[in-house]
């Protein structure tokens, strides 16, 4: 039977966790909507596993460290970690359970999370934030004029060998905003970044992750 455009397509997932993780993921989910981050954006401008938001949204992942808060601050241009680690009027002593479903619209996305109230053993809302629908081919998005014009620009920084030493995924978008007068989404930059790191033959630049973040670089300038 054919769904109607207007039911969505629900994931549902929970945890038991303090108050303080719940306020946290507030937080930094408020601050990627309000930026028009996707999840994936926002992990590669972290410089982490590209996925690493996604899990954090589903509730799979949640102890942070610092310099996770460092780098979020600095990839949304927020002044100050306090702004993302937030004060809790609760008993953070006391874990809960949480669930949080993700309803996907066509259009549009909404975050619904909910703590079991032990006395009463019901799920009570905490809060609801609706999102974008981010899943959107950027090659059926942007123009091929456009999406060449990036190909250009990260061809010419290549051969300028800019990368040639490691850049932070972050690093390499203030470039681009730089040049592009803030005009390229991340997304845009990361596809095409991607485009040269996963070619089968020879790939010009190699994606490294490690505990300090991901960082870019040629492959003419590590051992491969």
Same mark, same amino acid.
């Given at each position: 039977?054919?769904? #109607?455009?207007?039911? @969505?397509?629900?994931? =549902?997932?929970?945890?038991?966790?303090?108050?303080?993780?719940?306020?946290?993921?507030?937080?930094?989910?408020?601050?990627?909507? %309000?930026?028009?981050? %996707?999840? #994936?954006?926002?992990?590669?401008?972290?410089?982490?596993?590209?996925?690493?938001? *996604?899990? =954090?949204?589903? $509730? #799979?992942?949640?102890?942070?460290?610092?310099?996770? !808060?460092?780098?979020?601050?600095?990839?949304?241009?927020?002044?100050?970690?306090?702004?993302?680690? @937030?004060?809790?009027?609760?008993? $953070? *002593?006391?874990? !809960?359970?949480?669930?949080?479903?993700?309803?996907?619209?066509?259009?549009?996305?909404?975050?619904?999370?909910?703590?079991?109230? %032990?006395?009463?053993?019901? &799920? +009570?809302?905490?809060? /609801?934030?609706?999102? /974008?629908?981010?899943?959107?081919?950027?090659? /059926?998005?942007?123009?091929?004029?456009? +999406?060449?014009?990036?190909?250009?620009?990260?061809?010419?920084?290549?051969?300028?060998?800019?990368? /040639?030493?490691?850049?932070?995924?972050?690093?390499?978008?203030?470039?681009?905003? =730089?040049? &592009?007068?803030?005009?390229?989404? @991340? $997304?845009?930059?990361?596809? +095409?970044?991607?485009?040269?790191?996963?070619?089968?033959?020879?790939? *010009?630049? #190699?994606? =490294?992750?490690?505990?300090?973040?991901?960082?870019?670089?040629?492959?003419?300038?590590?051992?491969?």
């Amino acid at each position: 039977m054919k769904k #109607k455009n207007d039911e @969505p397509k629900i994931r =549902v997932y929970t945890r038991k966790c303090y108050p303080m993780y719940i306020a946290i993921y507030y937080r930094m989910l408020i601050h990627r909507i %309000s930026q028009n981050l %996707s999840p #994936k954006e926002m992990s590669f401008l972290m410089g982490k596993p590209l996925d690493f938001m *996604t899990k =954090v949204e589903r $509730i #799979k992942f949640i102890r942070w460290m610092i310099s996770d !808060f460092f780098r979020t601050g600095r990839s949304l241009k927020i002044d100050g970690i306090g702004l993302l680690f @937030p004060s809790v009027k609760a008993d $953070i *002593t006391e874990t !809960f359970l949480y669930q949080i479903s993700i309803k996907t619209y066509e259009d549009y996305v909404v975050y619904d999370m909910k703590k079991m109230d %032990s006395e009463k053993e019901v &799920f +009570i809302d905490e809060f /609801q934030l609706i999102d /974008q629908k981010y899943d959107i081919n950027i090659y /059926q998005r942007y123009s091929e004029s456009e +999406i060449q014009e990036v190909r250009d620009w990260l061809k010419t920084v290549f051969e300028e060998d800019y990368f /040639q030493e490691g850049r932070t995924p972050l690093e390499i978008y203030k470039k681009n905003c =730089v040049d &592009f007068e803030n005009r390229v989404k @991340p $997304i845009v930059v990361l596809t +095409i970044l991607h485009e040269q790191v996963n070619l089968k033959d020879f790939p *010009t630049i #190699k994606r =490294v992750e490690s505990k300090s973040g991901a960082y870019y670089i040629a492959t003419s300038a590590v051992d491969i």
